[in-house]
Structure formats: structure tokens, C-alpha cells
């Protein structure tokens, strides 16, 4: 069944336009990559996708919703969640605490309940703590939870992005360039993580990501966006022959 | 059971604290050992308090740097002076008024202003601010400049007290719960909270509300104690009190606004016999604890029992 349709998505900044004409469309439980150089328009998919810019034109379709138009936190109670480029934790918060905001869209208890500290205010926090602790146990991180999130190491930091996304127990998942800054062995245990969560939870995934082996390792389908312009789009060993993407961005062997 | 009979003691531990500490108060007042001086001192205090823990919830946990928390100061004063004096309501309907007023007040100005970041919305906060203060100015039916005067003196140490625990208890227990985690994490970081399924612009209105009200309390107490109200009295420069309180105390700090609203009352009061020298060594003070506590007093920590526990007994 097709999970996300994306019908003639058009955006642009000034007079540059960033995306043109953009036709997607995705499975329920696929895992696609979205690749291209610097500048391709990527990330402004992904901002377009999850509410942060509106599209100039066209239409975005998750699950029969047009999620055009909906404000970043409804899109995420649709079941679309995402990660960042540049990470975006609340640095100044415990490793737990990150991961109950994303907790907080299924609050079990009113502002009121809170005030009062009611039963079902004692009985929505532990069961908050249950589920967030739940996501840092898939990421191995609940021995750092009462770690401010600043302070984590790099690989950590993007983990704990990953498993906040999760928390909002979202059907697709959105990672913007996962693996950036992390060394080979990293980026296969993340290669493996990605799988595992994505049959745990059932998910569907769609990743930015320049590092080839892992895009190559796990991607089932592959979009190549270059200035705006989705150039070419197949399986990663159709992709890896295109002389168009070989040009603009794999680049020739030397010989 | 033991971890329940555990929290039950701590409640009545703090309950007896507290009942302790307001009849020494208490006793103190009708005793006359606490002179009337030191009774206007205590007021202010418990006033400043108020406003210092509210606009917390505002500047420092939602992170929305507002300046116009003296205005809601003035609606609340303004609505419980009225109902009081001209429509003859008993306090404690006069301070519930004052309370929702402001909140209203709070509601009314913060939908619009709170699309706004940084800067940007602390001129809007400041302009509306004193755009309550002019209106108030222009008004018959409260005295224009001249103000509401013969007002009942009916805020008592019951009340303050009262308003102040009030105060410290929705806060405290709104922050530390699953609306304060949403609170926190818009001034963390906005677009990351929007993204993570929170509203931000409904929680950053709702503390706004919450804040704003609590100002109103405080001006409604303010207005039955010194007997006189009039517009000039809520204009920005008191606006600007509370805010330093709340930076000196730390950004996302409850304890650190209470500790620096007691702090800059007694300043206040300790520089009184000096008029001329006063605001040089008040901003002197200011300047070098700013210098050494680039943070705040606190910075984001809290004095709790917790850290009580670890002073006492060397342990958690």
C-alpha cells in the first residue's frame, strides 16, 4: 500500500527555486534513500514533508491526509517523525527527559491533574517513564539517562535523536543524514540499528545520507536530487550506473 | 507501602513547616515584636515573590522574554480595588477576580504577541504594557493618573502567605510535570519541540496565562496593603524590577526567583537611609554578581530536598 505520495512539490526561496517539480512516492514498511550533493534540495524535502516550510505548490499525501497546510506537530501526530542535519536535542535536559516530550503527545492527564497531582497525574508520569525508558533501552542509552544531552558523545547525541523521533511512535521515520560524523564501525552498527528498528516497530524510512555504503546497504529504493531536480530514481545497483549520477554525484574511478 | 508511608511523612513534614513557619509570623505581627517597618518589608517580599516566580514561568522555563508583567500587575490591582470598593465583593472574590483577570488579560495579549521571537516580542510585551498603564490613565471611573486611594488595608500575613505558597505550588508542580517538559522544551528549542509533536504556540500562551494571573494576584494584595493605587505605579521600570529579579536568580530557576525576590527587597530596604547613593549601589551589586554569576544565583538548579539531604547527611 502506498504509504506517501508527493504530487509536483515546488519550492522556492527568493528567486531560487530549491525544489522543482518533485514526484515521490513510497511504500508502507519501504526504506528509501534520498541522495545528491550539497545544495540538492534534500533537507528542503524533508522540511517540506514535516511542516517546518510550506510548498509553493503540490501536494503531500501520507496516508490519505494532505499534510500540506498542517502545522509541524499535527503532521507528527499524523505518525511522521524526523531527525536533524545538525542535531537538535534540548541540550540543557537530562537524556530522559528528551526522550518524554516526545512522550508528551499521548499525556494521559489534564494541566489541571498536574496542578492537583492527582492519581492519574502519578499514574501518566510513571507510565511516561516506562515508554521513554522503553526507546532507551532499543538504543542502549538508559544508563545515561540522567546525563544532560550536551553533554553525550557525538555518536550518542545522534542515538538519542533517533530514539526521541521513535517516542513519537511515529509509521514513517524521517533521518536526515544519519551517520554524518560518525566513523565506519559507527555507521554499521547504525546500519543495523536502522534495520532492527524498523522490524521492531514496523516502520517505514526515509534517509538522507552521502555515506554510500550504508545508502547502498539498506536503501531499497533511491532518489537522486540534483539542483532541485529529482535526475534519476531505481534500485541502489540501477543507480550506481547511471551516467547522470555518476556525473553530478558519484563521480568516475581514476584511471 | 514503605515508599507511600515515606512520601505521606514527607507532606506532613512540609505541612508542619509550613503551618510552623506562618504562625511564628503570625505571632511575631500580633505581638508587635515585628515592627510596622519590617512588616511593609515582609509584604513587599511575598508581593515580589509572586511576581519573581511567575514571570519565571514566562521568561525562564518558556523562555519568551517578556516586559510587560507590571501591566497584568495592574489589571489584577485595578479589577480587585474595584471589586472591593465599588461593588462591596469580599476579598477573597476580589483576588480570585484579579487572578483571572489578568489571566485573561494574559490570554488576550499573548495569542497575537507570542508569534513573535526575542527581541521582537519583548517590545510588543513592553508596548502593551504601557499601552494598560495609558489606558488606565484616561479612565474616570478609576481617577485617571491620580489613581484609586482609601483603599482597605485587607491584605493580612494570612493572605500573603497564603498567595505566595499558592504561587510556588502551581508553578512547581506545573514545571515538573509532562506540560512543564512541553514548556521547557520550547524554550530549548522550538522548532525541534514543534517537530516532537508538541503545540508550542498553546504553551507558550498557557504559561503566559498562568504568569500573567499570578502578576495579578500579586497587584490585588499589592492594592490592599499600601492603601493607594495609581497607573505610574505599573509602569515599565517595574516591569524591569521583576525581570532582574528573575535573572539574578537564574533562568529556569523557582527557587532562584524566590531567592532573589527576598535578596532584592532587603537590598532595597538595607539602601533606603541612603536616597542619593542608592540606585549607584544597587546596580553596582547587580553588575558584580553578574560578572561572577553569569548564570544567576541558581542557575537552572533548584534548592530542594534533595540537595537538603546531601548537605545534612553527606549522601542523597
Known amino acids: 500500500m502506498t504509504m506517501l505520495t508527493i504530487n509536483k512539490l515546488h519550492k522556492a526561496f527568493g528567486g531560487l ?132 544531552a550536551k553533554n553525550l558523545p557525538y555518536g550518542e547525541q545522534r542515538r538519542l535523536e533517533i530514539s526521541r523521533a521513535l517516542a513519537t511512535q511515529p509509521r514513517l521515520l524521517i533521518l536526515d543524514e544519519p551517520a554524518a560524523g560518525m566513523n565506519p564501525q559507527e555507521t554499521n552498527s547504525l546500519m543495523k540499528l536502522i534495520e532492527m528498528i524498523r522490524r521492531e516497530f514496523g516502520l517505514a524510512v526515509l534517509l538522507i545520507e552521502h555515506d554510500m555504503s550504508l545508502v547502498m546497504g539498506v536503501c531499497e529504493r533511491i532518489y537522486v536530487l540534483d539542483y532541485g531536480l529529482i535526475i534519476a530514481k531505481g534500485l541502489p545497483q540501477e543507480i550506481r550506473n547511471y551516467t547522470q549520477v555518476i556525473e553530478a554525484y558519484l563521480g568516475e574511478e581514476l584511471n | 507501602m514503605q515508599t507511600k508511608k515515606i512520601k505521606w511523612t514527607r507532606i506532613l513534614l512540609e505541612a508542619a513547616f509550613l503551618v510552623v513557619l506562618f504562625s511564628l509570623v503570625q505571632y511575631s505581627i500580633s505581638t508587635h515584636m515585628l515592627s510596622q517597618y519590617y512588616q511593609i518589608n515582609l509584604t513587599s517580599m511575598c508581593i515580589n515573590i509572586i511576581l519573581a516566580v511567575s514571570l519565571s514561568l514566562i521568561n525562564g522555563f518558556t523562555g519568551q522574554l517578556s516586559l510587560g508583567h507590571a501591566g497584568f500587575m495592574a489589571v489584577g490591582a485595578y479589577t480587585a480595588v474595584i471589586m472591593t470598593t465599588k461593588l462591596d465583593y469580599p476579598f477573597l472574590a476580589a483576588l480570585v477576580g484579579a487572578l483571572f483577570a489578568a489571566g485573561l488579560a494574559g490570554f488576550v495579549i499573548g495569542v497575537p504577541t507570542l508569534r513573535l521571537k526575542g527581541d521582537y516580542l519583548a517590545i510588543a510585551t513592553l508596548a502593551l504594557g504601557e499601552i494598560i498603564r495609558v489606558v488606565l490613565q484616561n479612565i474616570d471611573y478609576v481617577n485617571g493618573p491620580a489613581g484609586i486611594s482609601g483603599i482597605p488595608k485587607l491584605t493580612t500575613w494570612a493572605w500573603l502567605f497564603g498567595g505566595v505558597v499558592l504561587t510556588l505550588l502551581v508553578v512547581v508542580n506545573l514545571v515538573n510535570s509532562s506540560y512543564g517538559r512541553a514548556i521547557i522544551s520550547v524554550r530549548e528549542d522550538e522548532i525541534a519541540a514543534e517537530l516532537m509533536g508538541i503545540n508550542t504556540t498553546k504553551y507558550k500562551v498557557l504559561a503566559f496565562v498562568i504568569g500573567a494571573g499570578f502578576a495579578g494576584l500579586a497587584g490585588a494584595l499589592y492594592g490592599h496593603y499600601f492603601y493607594i493605587i495609581k497607573p505610574e505605579t505599573f509602569n515599565f521600570l517595574k516591569s524591569f524590577d521583576i525581570l532582574v529579579m528573575v535573572v539574578l536568580g537564574g533562568l529556569g530557576s523557582t527557587t532562584g526567583a524566590v531567592i532573589a525576590a527576598i535578596f532584592i527587597t532587603i537590598l532595597t530596604a538595607a539602601l533606603q537611609p541612603f536616597p542619593e547613593i542608592r540606585m549607584i549601589i544597587y546596580a553596582l551589586i547587580l553588575i558584580v554578581v553578574m560578572i561572577y554569576r553569569p548564570q544567576g544565583l541558581m542557575g537552572n538548579k533548584e534548592f530542594s530536598r534533595q540537595t537538603l539531604g546531601r548537605i545534612w547527611g553527606g549522601r542523597q
Do not use: W
Open chain 1, 17 to 148: 527555486s530549491a525544489v522543482m517539480n518533485f514526484n515521490f512516492q513510497m511504500e508502507q514498511d519501504e526504506l528509501v534513500g534520498l541522495i545528491g550533493p550539497n545544495g540538492a534540495g534534500k533537507t528542503t524535502v524533508f522540511n517540506l514533508i514535516t511542516g517546518v516550510y510550506k510548498p509553493d505548490q503540490g501536494q503531500i499525501i501520507f496516508e490519505g491526509q494532505n499534510l500540506v497546510g498542517m502545522a509541524p506537530y499535527s503532521i507528527c501526530a499524523q505518525g511522521v517523525a524526523r531527525t536533524f542535519q545538525n542535531i537538535r536535542l534540548f541540550n540543557e535536559l537530562s537524556v530522559l527527559d528528551n526522550v518524554k516530550i516526545a512522550c508528551h503527545k499521548n499525556v494521559q492527564y489534564s494541566v489541571l491533574g498536574a496542578l492537583m497531582r492527582t492519581p492519574a497525574f502519578f499514574k501518566g508520569e510513571a507510565k511516561i517513564e516506562q515508554d521513554a525508558l522503553k526507546f532507551l533501552e532499543v538504543f542502549k542509552l538508559e544508563n545515561k539517562r540522567d546525563e544532560l
